[in-house]
């Protein structure tokens, strides 16, 4: 079983910065794609931004320029650095990883969500 754990969200005043954390643990032999999307009240889940173990990134519109993803692969780890943040990025955040297991097996996981607010 794996497990991906985020923190890092909050409230914070439009313009402001944020940066979202993540964690991956357990059966891990590997992790592929590692990603964050968003899921606004009404709305449904959007991607945000995702990264490939070797790195290449992709944005959503709304984040380029914006926001930057990045990834340590020995900590199993992806981040998000959101800067010049706007009331229509308040949503619940969500941690992405696309693993194999050591037992082989490839499986999509997702975090619990964090949520995040902007609002003066």
């Known amino acids: 079983q794996v497990q991906l754990v985020e923190s890092g969200g909050g409230l914070v005043q439009p313009g402001g910065s944020l940066r979202l954390s993540c964690v991956a643990s357990?059966?891990?032999?590997?992790?592929?794609?590692m990603g964050w999307y968003r899921q606004a009240p009404g709305e449904q889940r959007e991607l945000v931004a995702s990264?490939?173990?070797?790195?290449?990134?992709n944005y959503a519109n709304s984040a380029k320029g914006r926001s930057t993803i990045s990834r340590d692969n020995a900590k199993n780890s992806v981040y998000l650095q959101m800067n010049n943040l706007k009331p229509e990025d308040t949503a619940v955040y969500y941690c992405?990883?696309?693993?194999?297991?050591?037992?082989?097996?490839?499986?999509?996981?997702w975090g619990q969500g964090t949520q995040v607010t902007v609002s003066s």
């Open positions: 992405y990883g696309k693993v194999q297991s050591v037992d082989g097996r490839v499986t999509d996981y």
């Open positions: 357990g059966s891990i032999f590997s992790i592929y794609h």
């Open positions: 990264i490939s173990s070797g790195g290449r990134t």
